[in-house]
């Protein structure tokens, strides 16, 4: 009997500068997925809510948002990008494009930028990658780039140590054009009276009042969005070396967290957003775990011009994530997530 | 640095009699929050499982039961009227009106039928309301009443104390017409044998005989109902002050329950009923917690015809939720839930 | 007062040798069913997870898989046939036919084959089952026989022992047709490079890579397929009598870890199948309880052609499930599942 053992993922090592991976599978966002990503993290958006809502703004049904678009992308990309890493370092320049519907399946492709091995470990070292996902017409969702750290199989092999810009397709969010025959108003009172573009003010911040305690419903959720690394799901990997693992533990996939977030963002800037134009740059500082309780917080940075739209404008925010960790008797405050993000508001003056 | 901390939801001195919510988003009933809710509880009607069935029957669709209407439509007025209570006293004249099919919107207003502050407790009061949900169409699916025991912010503050009953819209059961030329006998095997309108006994108590253990899978529930309550998701501030909260642990919010206890009623009353009629009175009598294991009983009160079709009758029951608790070394069954249930039910000569 | 408690599910002296259950309502698959069963295994078949692929092959949408199948089908048949089991002994000739989408509505029916009382036990016996899943047009979509070990009600009832073959209705897999006008080609990315027919070789055993860790999620799981046997969710039946239920816990359904091994197994020899041909025999060799950590092996044991399609193969193989178990310090890799099956695979020559 010959017994099989199949290498998942690739090692730092395999990578070469400027290859393109054509990820496995895709991913037709059904009414399934959308109920428990949609939800599960309190979006407040009527966009996502209310399909008579978002067919009046000329919507074709329920917008699938951005995390949920973000994680579908991104998921797909880690059997071939980081299922041997060590850590995702930084998300870079993820910018939205066309609409995404339920029943619209999202394809993903991702280019290898750069592969740069550690000059103190020789174990590791980092990959970086731009990942682009199209809709099932060809048209581009979302565009992202990405620094992950990854493990390599063989400590002596050889790295293809280079970096090469290459070129980025065009990722700008698509939006229903304002209609001055869309009763608009009549369906102001749907969404929240106090976050539109004139409200924010930079300078201010905002501690999102709700807070979210993750169980290990967190497993299920990884596998419904295909992400196969086993660091979120495979309990007795943990157990075997748990000093290997951060924290002995199953470690919530990023994802999710990040999902959350946007979620416990949501009433205060999200609710009256007709999308996120971009997330210029973000990370997870510190690990979550099953029992932890989420909260969120955004920095108001500076306001501006939608182009060519009078009826919006964008808001650059920070959006910051935390989880209280004891200290002592106390409690601490501890970052675990930050996203510069910038949010395509509703202007009152066009919506009330 | 500007911190902002927004006030969310209402306090007692807030309420004014009289003033009308009209609810924000709104929700339209996707695939998959039917399969997470009318699943779960084990609910057995064929009407909400087999759209051959359904559409044999005349409904358009699947049949989204009363339980998922009532928490979609009751989870959209929490924000408003009761984020800040200390709890839900009592469900009061709940109707069901047009049938809810999957992909129908439920949007939400309620009307402040009387505020009253507690003779003897400064800091807190009670809110009576009536709350109307429509369907995209503006068709009414759903009118209830409930009374709340609200916080008051302020304990010093004044009170708008009155009572004004209003006028209610006019809600009852829309039912697809009983017709000859559908074979409904062909149908019969689909549902059981025994628990039509002829079989339930005025006097009788069926001890349904199943039990469901609720696990922390109530925390993403509730949120996929869009209730924001803080006291059914976020662990850290239970932590923080314990005593001040029910058995110091997240609590399951109510209308899991209630939906857990309309399942298990459900292969005794509710396999062949054409729908809920209403629910006169109905309370949480005990709190529920993650680990507990629900049983259900229903008390037969009373039949009476259902007007204008002889196919169909009503039976009142008395629906009572329960969970076991240890007392000693032995087990004692404590009551956590009461409704007062009006169900119509086909009769078994027009029907096998 | 009356105090009714009905009887729930049939003992071994209820079944005759002959005597055919329609079983009640049936099941409409929705997209929250199929979101929730066909990705919490991590399948990873691009036709039930991209409907642009799923229809360029000429499905009608996402193909339900085979697991969820038998897992619809299966459930119907719990109340009448198992709710008083002791075990579920044996699953024999399983067999798939007309391809099932989201939206399709399965109805099962069942013979009783052979009732056999125990010949050491009093209390016990087993019942031979033949079971047949229909679709809403009356088109087989899965036949299997079952033996189960079933609980008597009164240890002294006479038992209607006895065996008698019936006839069975016809059952095989219906594809579309391998059509030389379609760019089967320029979807190949989207699945496995290395998982075609001609890559899987007798006398092999490939370990599949991935783990998964059932949590309590496995309640609300068995819940969603209307699995009506109270030892996969009711923890107060167990906390009362420990010593009566194997390993003194919810235990969880078997369907669940069935399907669990179907989706490990995916990447390695289901990411380029068309369907699953036939299970010949299986059977859950040791129980699964929430915490356990499952994984999955195949061994190819055959391969031969498939009756007048040059471009598919069949391929033989027995899925093992295992759960590692301590051993004084140690592990251990004990066999939970054993599952003879046969795969129908795409050949690479016809396909890429």
Known sequence: MTIIRKKTGNFLEDFRVGQVFRHKRGKTITAGLFNAFSEFTMTTNPLSKN???????????LVVPAGLVMNVAFSQTVEDISENARANLEYIGMRFGACVSIGDTIEVETTILGVKPSSKDLDRGVVHVRSTGRNQDGAVVIRFE?????????????????????????????????????????????????????????????????????????????????????????????????????????????????????????????????????????????PVFAGDTLFATTEIRGKRA??????????????????????GDDWERVEVFYLERAIALKRRTHYT
């Open 51 to 61: 399909a008579r809502y978002a067919r009046a703004y000329g919507f074709r049904d």
């Open 146 to 286: 990405r620094k992950v750290q990854v493990w390599k199989n063989d400590p002596a092999a050889r790295v293809d140590d280079g970096e090469a810009a290459g070129t980025a397709v065009d990722c700008s969010l698509e939006l229903p054009a304002y209609d001055e025959r869309r009763d608009y108003r009549s369906l102001a009172h749907l969404s929240a009276a106090d976050g539109y573009f004139e409200d924010l003010n930079p300078g201010e911040t905002i501690e999102h009042s709700r807070g979210r305690t993750i169980t290990t419903e967190h497993i299920a959720l990884t596998a419904q969005l295909d992400n196969t690394s086993q660091v979120h799901c495979n309990q007795f990997l943990i157990d075997q070396n748990p000093t290997k693992y951060i924290g002995g533990r199953l470690i919530v996939y990023g994802g999710i967290a990040f999902n959350v977030f946007l979620g416990l963002s949501s009433p205060d800037v999200g609710e009256n957003s007709l999308g996120d134009v971009e997330y210029k740059t973000g990370r997870h500082s510190g």
């Open 306 to 327: 939608y182009p060519s739209r009078p009826d919006l404008g964008i808001v650059d925010t920070i959006l910051r994530g935390f989880k209280p960790a004891k200290k």
